[in-house]
């Protein structure tokens, strides 16, 4: 299980990792359109973009921030995944209230079962 464990964070954290990549680098693509809901010319408004640049650099320190503790110790390790997932989980609450439900499904409920993975085998 600490194999899952380990690998269930991975993911968390290369998933806001991509999520910054969208965010900051790809937000009028086709991808991001489907994923926020929006047509390119939307998207390529400046205060847009401006929005979508610091929700991606906070997503980038999110997935940095779970991909560094998985190079720590194992105590070191569970505090940090527990910090940083438990900010997805919470973060992901906060969108699927104010934004839209699917945020928890595709964010928050990995993130929530990387926490409890560690909690119980790290």
């Given at each position: 299980?600490?194999?899952?464990t380990?690998?269930?964070?991975?993911?968390?954290?290369?998933?806001?990792?991509f999520?910054?990549?969208?965010?900051m680098?790809?937000s009028?693509?086709r991808i991001?359109?489907?994923?926020?809901?929006?047509d390119?010319?939307?998207?390529?408004?400046?205060?847009?973009?401006?929005i979508f640049?610091?929700?991606?650099?906070?997503?980038g320190?999110v997935?940095?921030?779970?991909?560094w503790?998985?190079?720590q110790?194992?105590?070191?390790?569970r505090?940090?995944?527990?910090?940083?997932?438990?900010?997805?989980?919470?973060?992901?609450?906060?969108g699927?209230v104010?934004?839209?439900?699917?945020?928890?499904?595709?964010?928050?409920?990995?993130?929530?079962?990387?926490?409890?993975?560690?909690?119980?085998f790290?």
């Amino acid at each position: 299980m600490l194999v899952f464990t380990i690998g269930l964070a991975a993911v968390v954290g290369l998933e806001h990792l991509f999520i910054m990549c969208l965010e900051m680098f790809w937000s009028t693509g086709r991808i991001a359109q489907q994923t926020f809901g929006g047509d390119a010319e939307f998207l390529a408004l400046p205060r847009v973009k401006a929005i979508f640049k610091n929700m991606g650099i906070y997503n980038g320190f999110v997935g940095v921030g779970i991909l560094w503790a998985l190079t720590q110790t194992p105590d070191v390790m569970r505090s940090i995944l527990v910090l940083f997932t438990g900010f997805v989980v919470v973060a992901a609450i906060v969108g699927a209230v104010t934004v839209s439900r699917r945020i928890f499904m595709v964010q928050g409920l990995p993130a929530l079962f990387a926490v409890i993975c560690v909690l119980m085998f790290l």
